[in-house]
């Protein structure tokens, strides 16, 4: 199965800053590369995708950048404000098979 | 269109009890994936079908484990009998093009 890796585990930035979180794959047929936040007792919710034939995405203060060579696609939030703290999940995905496999997570923790 | 619905939305019940989850996806997708949440392994994939037809099973822990999906509209995970070790979220998810969406979760204790 997909080997799927997320670092850091946990991260703190102060309100402002930057955070990156990134996310290593195994499977070289993954073609879809999404990032799902989970806030507090709430669900995973889908807050930025990108496909292989693309190598960076950016949605107001989110982004997602993607090296398929390397096998890695990271996280990058700028402008950190307390509400984005959350766990993060990157879910590298194989579209064509419907397979997939949740990193760990990381704890984002941004303080005021 | 009300997204993923899960019920019950928390379930507590005692050591050897059945329990049933039950999901109904988001009309139109074709996928349905179920999940188990808890905070040593994170979240983990029990199982998810495609067309209604069970694709990969290879996530759910035990024969104590079962899942169904009758119809496109409907799918239960059940546990028989259950165990304080399952105590957990369960969530299921629909799936369209790539991207999961995720219903509300079960909350799940067991005594």
Request: glycine share 8%; hydrophobic share 30%; charged share 20%.
């Amino acid at each position: 199965g997909e080997n799927v890796e997320q670092h850091p585990s946990t991260l703190s930035v102060q309100e402002g800053d930057s955070a990156v979180i990134k996310c290593t794959y195994s499977d070289s047929a993954s073609n879809y590369f999404p990032w799902y936040k989970q806030e507090l007792g709430k669900r995973p919710q889908l807050i930025i995708d990108i496909r292989s034939n693309v190598g960076e995405k950016k949605d107001q203060r989110i982004a997602v950048t993607l090296n398929k060579t390397a096998k890695h696609f990271s996280l990058h939030i700028t402008e950190t404000q307390p509400e984005d703290s959350a766990v993060y999940f990157c879910a590298p995905t194989d579209t064509g098979r419907r397979a997939l496999t949740f990193g760990s997570g990381t704890r984002l923790q941004v303080q005021p | 269109d009300a997204g993923v619905i899960q019920s019950p939305r928390h379930e507590v019940t005692e050591m050897g009890q059945e329990v049933t989850l039950r999901c109904k996806p988001i009309s139109g997708h074709n996928s349905l994936f179920w999940y188990r949440q808890t905070m040593m392994r994170g979240l983990e994939l029990l199982i998810y079908f495609n067309n209604n037809v069970p694709i990969d099973d290879s996530g759910m822990p035990e024969d104590r484990f079962s899942a169904k999906m009758p119809n496109a509209s409907f799918s239960t995970l059940k546990i028989q009998p259950s165990e304080p070790r399952d105590s957990a979220v369960y969530f299921c998810a629909s799936v369209l093009g790539g991207e999961q969406f995720f219903g509300p979760g079960t909350r799940l204790t067991v005594l």
